[in-house]
């Protein structure tokens, strides 16, 4: 079981280009949550994803969608990339949307804007 | 609304020492509670859970935390720190509903082990 993968490892964007980031659940998952780690800090929800649709959201801009496809991979996209916006990207999967208690997380996208 | 603090960001110990990180929730109902430890650059890997059966929880490494109600406290303790014990700890509680669910995390302990 490969669990969690997460695409690419590691990111460098210019400051107002767009960035793409892409999560495969692990097997048996159907439901995908993504999180932003700034550096120092805990990691904070962005949105979770199930049967395509997004069913929960954090306090995030609009700048940040995402998309979940038929075979429950998600991308994560933000928008005019802010100097902010560098951050550790991690994705979680679970099988049932309303608990976490068997969440799993990938090794994370590590973004840098410049 | 749900919250975790996590009282220290900085712990170090000396090899062979007690571990103790300190965490502290807010709920307003009975919550699930984790660790979460990650080793630099690297993503998330869970350490234990309380989802409301026993309250003291083992976990892996030689972890173990203990769910007291009356203190809203969920604090990580191990007897003896080994220095791959060296990382970040994250303390953090479940947010769910029917439909949805996320993760709240604290802010994070570094732990140091002192050779």
């Known amino acids: 079981d490969a669990g969690v993968t997460q695409s690419p490892t590691h990111l460098i964007k210019t400051r107002g280009q767009q960035v793409t980031l892409r999560c495969s659940p692990k097997s048996g998952h159907d439901t995908v949550s993504w999180y932003q780690q700034a550096l120092g800090q805990g990691p904070q929800f962005i949105f979770q994803y199930y049967e395509e649709e997004e069913r929960q959201r954090g306090n995030f801009p609009d700048r940040f969608s995402g998309h979940q496809f038929p075979n429950y991979s998600s991308e994560l996209n933000v928008n005019a990339l802010w100097l902010g916006d560098s951050a550790l990207y991690l994705c979680?999967?679970?099988?049932?949307?309303?608990?976490?208690?068997?969440?799993?997380f990938g090794q994370g996208t590590r973004l840098t804007v410049v | 609304a749900q919250s975790v603090t996590q009282l220290g960001s900085h712990v170090s110990v000396s090899e062979g020492a007690l571990v103790l990180l300190r965490c502290n929730y807010s709920?307003?109902?009975?919550?699930?509670l984790f660790w979460y430890v990650q080793y630099p650059n690297q993503g998330l890997q869970l350490l234990l859970k309380y989802t409301s059966a026993a309250t003291l929880v083992k976990g892996i490494n030689g972890f173990e935390a203990e769910f007291k109600k009356s203190e809203t406290s969920f604090h990580l303790t191990k007897p003896s720190a080994h220095m791959s014990d060296a990382a970040e700890y994250f303390c953090a509680v479940s947010v769910a509903d029917s439909s949805a669910s996320k993760i709240i995390f604290g802010s994070g302990t570094r732990l140091s082990i002192r050779p």
């Open positions: 709920s307003s109902v009975p919550p699930y």
């Open positions: 979680a999967s679970s099988s049932i949307p309303g608990q976490t208690t068997e969440a799993f």
